[in-house]
């Protein structure tokens, strides 16, 4: 079997001879169906492609921003409109309760992406991402 990574010739199927790498793992390939909205758990996060995480990460900090602008407006209503919405006290704990979730869980994918890159970008754009899919590109011509 040929190692994916040193792509030297290997008489062991499942560890490269040469780098020890493990030859029955598979390696992160990119999603074009991925549902960004789903829960994804710091393993499942290792496994996903530098692309995914980069998406992922885009839309938690969308989300974010959207609960912080929602958060604002119900904390800044009048005094008589606080008072007459029915379970307002609970309507903002729930909003803060959700605003520490999404922050927590961009907090894991900038930290999966700090492991494998050294850093997370400050902002993901278009430019960013077609970057980086003609990396990927070159890459798989080679």
Known sequence: MICSY???ESANPDICDFCQADLTATRPTINNLLD?????SQPELQKMHTHD??????RLRTDRTDMYKTMQ???KAPQGAQESVEGYSELKADGINMYREITARQNVVEQVLIDRMGYYPK????KLLNALDD???QSQEV
Do not use: A, G, Y
């Open 6 to 8: 040193c792509k030297i």
């Open 36 to 40: 960004v909205s789903e829960v994804f």
């Open 53 to 58: 995480l980069l998406l992922i990460l885009r």
């Open 73 to 75: 407006i119900i904390r």
């Open 123 to 126: 902002r993901i754009d278009q």
């Open 135 to 137: 990396k990927i590109r």
